[in-house]
């Protein structure tokens, strides 16, 4: 049951419109920190639910500004890869209770600042090599897997685009197309396997000028505000969040 209450509002709305910043103008790497936090009041799968709309939301508004900019075989390599990685992500979810997807999201978030702390540092480098199928298809393997089951394929994605040495707005534009198919991957799967309801679709409704918001605010942070800056507050986030998550599902 999602409580509509100020609880749910003061958490879900600063939540998606950051989320919305992300996918619109900072790679989405760091998009997942919506669904995340979002499982702060509301259980994993109720979350997913809540989030997919609004992500797709985000997706339509943010395809135009950067429409033909992305790197296309890149694109369509990771699309392919996400076909199977959203098909395990679905016989998954048939498996597993709510807190292994509480420890899952929370792992996902501290590895991910950890991987980014590592490059920041220099203790790890991302080589820029030509373009490979296969890698891309690992990657969009994995991110598929990782955004059927926490929205949260932004991550390994990146870590492949990086690798092509794309501008910031190929790499931007990459990812908008790239998530705009995974996600319309996933809508089936998520309504046969019951994700959707009337309550988180009901939230979706209600947080989806602030979704919106978020993505018109992105696209002008994509040319105005230093990624440092935005990401310096993501990384915090996502540590509090990553390890409230974790809490909660080994207690």
């Known amino acids: 049951m999602i409580a509509f209450d100020w609880v749910f509002f003061a958490v879900g709305i ?59 075989p890149s694109a369509k390599g990771m699309m392919q890869g996400a076909v199977p990685g959203c098909i395990i992500g679905a016989v998954l979810y048939t498996l597993v209770d709510a807190d292994v997807f509480r420890l899952l999201i929370g792992v996902i978030c501290l590895a991910f600042v950890g991987y980014q702390l590592a490059r920041s540092l220099g203790w790890l480098n991302v080589h820029q090599m030509p373009f490979s199928r296969p890698f891309a298809w690992a990657a969009g393997l994995v991110g598929g897997f990782t955004s059927f089951v926490s929205h949260a394929g932004g991550p390994p994605t990146a870590i492949f685009l990086l690798s092509q040495g794309l501008s910031k707005t190929a790499f931007q534009a990459t990812t908008v197309v790239t998530f705009w198919a995974v996600n319309w991957m996933k809508v089936v799967p998520y309504a046969y396997l019951g994700i959707f309801t009337l309550e988180t679709l009901t939230a979706s409704a209600l947080l989806a000028p602030f979704a919106l918001l978020g993505a018109w605010i992105g696209v002008k942070a994509h040319w105005l505000v230093p990624e440092r800056a935005f990401f310096a507050l993501t990384y915090v986030l996502l540590v509090a969040t990553g390890l409230r998550l974790i809490w909660v599902a080994v207690n």
């Open 14 to 72: 600063p939540a998606i419109m950051f989320g919305g910043i992300s996918k619109g103008g900072f790679g989405s790497g760091a998009a997942f920190v919506a669904g995340a936090i979002l499982a702060l009041v509301v259980p994993p799968g109720l979350a997913l639910g809540i989030i997919l709309p609004l992500f797709m939301l985000v997706d339509a508004a943010t395809l135009r500004p950067y429409w033909g900019k992305w790197h296309w």
